[in-house]
């Protein structure tokens, strides 16, 4: 890795330069072009200074996504800041353990959250304290971006586990700078790409290389009170012609507009990831959106992309599917994919050779390692996590994605479920994800999944119809392994952020306290 001089906003001001009139944010505020958030921008980096912040300074902020959050976290990374972002969902406990490890100089906040602040004494404490509104005028303020080292942060972001130490990723402009070319190469933009983006790095993707983005009128936070005919009439209005999303986002669109009769034609690219697209749900995505080329990708925080797959050619794979893995497409052209034998300590490896004799053979089970420019090589003062996750050999770093997989002889990726959900029955490993996927194309089931505890096979389920249980309780008896207990539940517990994934670790302490 260089040390060069290199700032991620640089590609946003090229941007500005190329395309002034165009129209780079929507929000439900109104709209601001390339050239107008570019003046914004300078003068609230202008305003920044005034206040004390300057290149090297961590500053948290608390803005929903908007034209004024893009505002301000391109303002600060415009004068060498770092941006700090929690979840909006975050406790008070974990908010303050997050604010004493990061050490921020700045906090820049909503007024709600400005006032929830000073009842935060680690939030309280922090020095510089600054809203959204601007205080100084965009004229005749010219000073160009601070020129710092490729390597230096850019983004820290919080993960929202409960216990332990918070997990940070942490982005260097570098790393921003590669992921911005992995995704490019998938996302092909358009000059007269419309996006909606429900993916906020996307959005700042869209900044850097002039394509106009529409945020999507919902709260993220809430994703299940999510209205698609209010998105829909978004869609229409403002000319979308690309969506960029979680799964559960545009499946909710895609069952709106074929139960609707909508024609969805307008839409010519869809790109979904964040969690697993089964084959039932592709085809749902394919004949919701008939005219779009959409694509899953698989990835995560420390490596986005890993692989990808055309919704079409997955929505045919139904079988291979459930008997084997979920096909998630050929790696990415960057991106090293090994599937090594799982452990649930830390791996470290001298050299290469130690790392190879790890290697599962071809069509093997195991954990997918990937290595390539785009991925995340260090976490924000947190030691233990990087033991945990990364394995090192000489300058190449190795993420542990903690997904269980296989390489076919194709060279294709196969995702298989989080390492440790799987478990032996019988003689046999049982692959909790792919039961999940046959779970689901049981009438009435909205998601389920399996889990062993105690020696006992437990069932959980979500109906869509509680007159459905009966009949969904015969179909599940048919299935291997054999359930000695089936827990129908009103919701089954998700993940925050997409709403898509199953919180095992919640059910499972459900049950224990039961017991």
């Given amino acids: 890795m260089t040390n060069m001089g290199f700032n991620i906003v640089s590609l946003f001001h090229a941007a500005a330069k190329q395309h002034p009139k165009r129209i780079a944010i929507i929000d439900k505020t109104g ?50 800041c770092t941006a700090v972002f929690l979840d909006e969902w975050v406790s008070i406990k974990r908010l303050s353990l997050c604010c004493r490890i990061a050490k921020c100089k700045g906090f820049i906040g909503v007024p709600l959250a400005r006032f929830i602040g000073w009842f935060v004494r680690d939030v309280r404490t922090i020095p510089i304290h600054l809203g959204t509104k601007m205080n100084y005028s965009s004229n005749s303020i010219t000073e160009p971006a601070v020129i710092i080292k490729e390597s230096e942060t850019a983004l820290i972001t ?16 570098n790393f921003l700078k590669e992921q911005f070319d992995a995704l490019m190469e998938k996302i092909e933009p358009s000059q007269d790409d419309v996006d909606m983006p429900a993916l906020p790095i996307v959005l700042l993707i869209n900044l850097g290389c002039g394509v106009t983005s529409v945020i999507p009128d919902w709260k993220s936070s809430k994703p299940d009170k999510m209205q698609p005919e209010k998105i829909w009439q978004q869609v229409q209005r403002h000319g979308v012609n690309r969506i960029t999303s979680s799964p559960y986002f545009l499946k909710k669109l895609a069952q709106y507009v074929s139960s609707n009769n909508i024609s969805s034609e307008q839409i010519r690219k869809m790109f979904t990831g964040g969690a697993p697209v089964f084959p039932n ?33 997955l929505s045919d794979r139904k079988e291979e599917a459930e008997k084997h893995g979920l096909p998630v497409g050929v790696p990415y052209r960057k991106s090293q ?58 300058d190449n770093c190795w993420h542990r994605s903690g997904d269980s997989g296989f390489l076919n002889d194709k060279g294709e990726l196969f995702l298989t479920g989080r390492c440790t959900t799987l478990f032996e029955h019988e003689g046999k490993t049982v692959k909790p994800f792919l039961i999940e996927n046959t779970l689901q194309q049981i009438d009435g089931v909205v998601l389920a999944t399996i889990m062993k505890l105690n020696n006992e096979i437990i069932y959980f389920v979500e109906l869509s119809a509680q007159e459905k249980k009966e009949e969904v309780k015969k179909s599940i008896e048919q299935i291997w392994p054999k359930p000695s207990l089936i827990v129908f539940t009103d919701k089954m517990p998700r993940d925050k952020r997409h709403h898509s994934k199953i919180e095992y670790g919640v059910l499972r302490e459900m049950m224990l306290r039961q017991n």
């Avoid at 034209?67 to 303002?75: E, F, P």
């Avoid at 799982?342 to 190879?356: K, R």
């Fill in 31 to 80: 709209s601001i072009t390339f050239e107008q958030l570019q003046k914004d921008v300078m003068a609230s980096a202008a305003n920044m200074q005034h206040k004390g912040l300057k290149a090297g300074d961590r500053v948290l902020v608390f803005v929903p996504i908007s034209i004024a959050l893009y505002t301000h976290v391109l303002a600060l990374y415009h004068i060498g």
């Fill in 158 to 173: 919080f993960t929202t586990g409960s216990t332990g130490t918070p997990k940070a990723a942490k982005r260097t402009h």
């Fill in 281 to 313: 749900e592709a085809a749902l995505i394919t004949q919701g959106f008939a005219q779009s080329k959409t694509q899953i990708v698989f990835g995560s925080t420390e490596a986005e992309p890993i692989s990808s797959i055309y919704a079409y050619e």
């Fill in 337 to 394: 994919v090994k599937i090594i034998l799982w452990s649930d300590e830390p791996i470290a490896c001298n050299n290469i050779h130690e790392l190879t004799s790890l290697e599962q053979p071809k069509g093997a089970l195991g954990e997918i390692i990937v290595s390539g420019p785009h991925v995340l090589r260090e976490y924000f003062n947190n030691d233990e996590a990087l033991k945990r996750n990364k394995i090192f050999i000489d």
